[in-house]
T-cell receptor, first 110, second 115 residues
Framework: GQSLEQPSEVTAVEGAIVQINCTYQ??????LSWYQQHDGGAPTFLSY????GLEETGRFSSFLSRSDSYGYLLLQELQMKDSASYFC???????????FGSGTRLSIRP | DTAVSQTPKYLVTQMGNDKSIKCEQN?????MYWYKQDSKKFLKIMFS???????INETVPNRFSPKSPDKAHLNLHINSLELGDSAVYFC??????????????FGPGTRLTVL
């Protein structure tokens, strides 16, 4: 299978922490990427986990557990500008191809 | 000094017409892509080129024809446009064709509306 499952919507409060989950069923798995897309904008790369564990980049962290076929994006100290759609994506090694999840729309309330 | 640029940003046209979208990257990347994002924001790869050579051609109607004159450019020509072609088309590039080694950089997108 090549699907990546993530929640369609998540709502959080400004200043809080939110976790966006992604489960995958991808053969030939080589890691999990995360992309952010604001309304009307282009997807932008956030992070990539090739190995199990936590990768931290400022307020954003990404986690991968290969044994559980699961990963998440953690956003801390939420700001209104973090309101966007977040996509998990799985690179495929057999070709120059990435499979994207259906995206999670994050809405932040003051 | 835009990294990946596309033209036009908006394209409104009638069913049955032929149109082209142009893409250029100045990052020196080897691989370029076309993606289609539908109204539900589902992002799906259409084509991938590595050093001007087609390496991925997903199940896309043959009305869609990519062309890469050099590794910095990847254009998309669409013949006989249909209503279902309405979407946002993104061009992207990456340093390597091995997608697990390098992130993808996306252009600003072209919103195509077919009437």
């Amino acid at each position: 299978g090549q699907s990546l499952e993530q929640p369609s919507e998540v709502t959080a409060v400004e200043g809080a922490i939110v976790q966006i989950n992604c489960t995958y069923q991808t053969s030939g798995f080589y890691g999990l990427s995360w992309y952010q897309q604001h309304d009307g904008g282009a997807p932008t790369f956030l992070s990539y986990n090739a190995l199990d564990g936590l990768e931290e980049t400022g307020r954003f962290s990404s986690f991968l557990s290969r044994s559980d076929s699961y990963g998440y994006l953690l956003l801390q100290e939420l700001q209104m500008k973090d309101s966007a759609s977040y996509f998990c994506a799985s690179p495929r090694s057999s070709a120059s191809k990435i499979i994207f999840g259906s995206g999670t729309r994050l809405s932040i309330r003051p | 000094d835009t990294a990946v640029s596309q033209t036009p940003k908006y394209l409104v046209t009638q069913m049955g017409n032929d149109k082209s979208i142009k893409c250029e990257q100045n990052l020196g990347h080897d691989t370029m892509y076309w993606y289609k994002q539908d109204s539900k924001k589902f992002l799906k790869i259409m084509f991938s080129y590595n050093n001007k050579e087609l390496i991925i051609n997903e199940t896309v109607p043959n009305r869609f024809s990519p062309k890469s004159p050099d590794k910095a450019h990847l254009n998309l020509h669409i013949n006989s446009l249909e209503l279902g072609d309405s979407a946002v088309y993104f061009c992207a590039s990456s340093q390597s064709g091995q997608t697990y080694l390098s992130p993808q950089y996306f252009g600003p997108g072209t919103r195509l509306t077919v009437l």
